[in-house]
T-cell receptor, first 113, second 111 residues
């Protein structure tokens, strides 16, 4: 069974600081890994998708790395802003034969103005 | 393209009743999966459908069921509601290696 862990559970930083969010998974034979953002009471917004053959993906201030051999992914958010305050979730997909995502518990980020 | 839509957005039901939630995926996406989100358990996988066939099912009681129609729209049904079924129910749409796209969710409150 795939176990996904996110550390830390919560993070509070001043505006402008860089954010580093960690995700680890127990089964390295993943198909892809996806990072999501969730605002309170809302659905999940996809941030970055990393296929198993890729080492990183970038979108604007966001960069996500993937190290399958060690079972780790890291999401970097540069120059944080108060609008980045949200819960960030990582999810792994083991197989393309069915779309069952295994989620971490998330990291709740607060960016102080 | 329009995103994933879920209806209704909010529901209040009484214990013992049943409820049906609906999800319309992104046009062209054949896979629809359902998740339950609660503060205590986080996001848990319910089931996934692809071209009207259930391909995988999570560890939930038989009171939770679903189906998918030929146009890829999906419904999930919960019978004999319990207080513990109160949650945010999310559906996700996907196709191939495109990643999963989630709808806004249905907030179910059981009283």
């Amino acid at each position: 069974k795939q176990e996904v862990t996110q550390i830390p559970a919560a993070l509070s930083v001043p505006e402008g600081e860089n954010l580093v969010l960690n995700c680890s998974f127990t089964d390295s034979a993943i198909y892809n890994l996806q990072w999501f953002r969730q605002d309170p009471g809302k659905g999940l917004t996809s941030l970055l998708l990393i296929q198993s053959s890729q080492r990183e993906q970038t979108s604007g201030r966001l960069n996500a790395s993937l190290d399958k051999s060690s079972g780790r992914s890291t999401l970097y958010i540069a120059a944080s802003q108060p609008g980045d305050s949200a819960t960030y979730l990582c999810a792994v997909l083991l197989s393309s034969n069915d779309y069952k995502l295994s989620f971490g518990a998330g990291t709740t980020v607060t960016v102080r103005a | 393209k329009a995103g994933v839509t879920q209806t209704p957005r909010y529901l209040i039901k009484t214990r013992g009743q049943q409820v049906t939630l609906s999800c319309s995926p992104i046009s062209g996406h054949r896979s629809v999966s359902w998740y339950q989100q609660t503060p205590g358990q986080g996001l848990q996988f319910l089931f996934e459908y692809f071209s009207e066939t259930q391909r995988n099912k999570g560890n939930f009681p038989g009171r939770f069921s679903g189906r998918q129609f030929s146009n890829s729209r999906s419904e999930m049904n919960v019978s004999t509601l319990e207080l513990g079924d109160s949650a945010l129910y999310l559906c996700a749409s996907s196709e191939g290696a495109s990643g999963a796209y989630f709808g806004p969710g249905t907030r179910l409150t059981v009283t």
